[in-house]
Nanobody
Framework: VQLQASGGGLVQPGGSLRLSCAAS????????MNWYRQAPGKERELVAR???????TYADSIKGRFTVSGDNAKSTVTLQMNSLKPEDTGVYYC????????????WGQGTLVTVSS
């Protein structure tokens, strides 16, 4: 199972970015697809979760600004980030809980988001 993330970059405060992640490989199903981020000098934290049933979860720090959308048929997840703040800067990682012959957690390579004027 491979996860390919894209869409990071440099944006000014108040701007928007859209991150995308696609899962590929051989698997039965994806239980959930998530976005984590790791800011400089900080631990990795969960930003948003998209479950296969359609429910979502957000970190308090990004509620109302970010929207996660999962597409079960395409095995993709997007993170629309609006009203970005400098504290949103970090490496964003795509994560998926995937059923193959067992259930495992898989990670993408990370994409850098920099919010700065």
């Amino acid at each position: 199972v491979q996860l390919q993330a894209s869409g990071g970059g440099l944006v000014q405060p108040g701007g928007s970015l859209r991150l995308s992640c696609a899962a590929s490989g051989s698997f039965f199903s994806i239980t959930e697809m998530n976005w984590y981020r790791q800011a400089p000098g900080k631990e990795r934290e969960l930003v948003a979760r998209s479950r296969s049933g359609g429910s979502t979860t957000y970190a308090d720090s990004i509620k109302g600004r970010f929207t996660v959308s999962g597409d079960n048929a395409k095995s993709t997840v997007t993170l629309q980030m609006n009203s970005l703040k400098p504290e949103d800067t970090g490496v964003y990682y795509c994560n998926a809980i995937v059923r193959t012959s067992y259930t495992g957690s898989y990670w993408g390579q990370g994409t850098l988001v920099t919010v700065s004027s």
